[in-house]
Nanobody, 116 residues
Framework: QVQLVESGGGSVQLGGSLRLSCSTS????????MSWYRQAPGKQREFVTQ???????RYADSVRGRFTVSRDNADNTVSLQMNDLKPDDTGMYYC??????????WGPGTQVTVSS
């Protein structure tokens, strides 16, 4: 059974930082591309970042230069360091694991709130 569990969310002020983590079980983590998505109230879920098994990362334009994704294949976790946070970064952040051809699996999410 696949399980993804996010942690590390919270409330910060403009310019603050948070570090999210996603612990996984039930998958061969080292071969999975891992992604982070977020969803603000009243908006569609949007892509934030993805890290490939080899550590190659890509980012949404809105977070590039402020967010850094990393993975620990020994610990089956993926992390997201978020710096210089803005109110537009507010939302529920979700971890997503998917191999090509699969539907993928989501975590329950962790809330990030940035106040001005």
């Amino acid at each position: 059974q696949v399980q993804l569990v996010e942690s590390g969310g919270g409330s910060v002020q403009l310019g603050g930082s948070l570090r999210l983590s996603c612990s996984t079980s039930g998958i061969l983590f080292s071969i999975y591309p891992m992604s982070w998505y977020r969803q603000a109230p009243g908006k569609q879920r949007e892509f934030v970042t993805q890290i490939a098994p080899d550590g190659t990362a890509r980012y949404a334009d809105s977070v590039r230069g402020r967010f850094t994704v990393s993975r620990d294949n020994a610990d089956n976790t993926v992390s997201l360091q978020m710096n210089d946070l803005k109110p537009d970064d507010t939302g529920m952040y979700y971890c997503f694991a998917r191999l090509a051809g699969q539907l993928g699996d989501w975590g329950p999410g962790t809330q990030v709130t940035v106040s001005s």
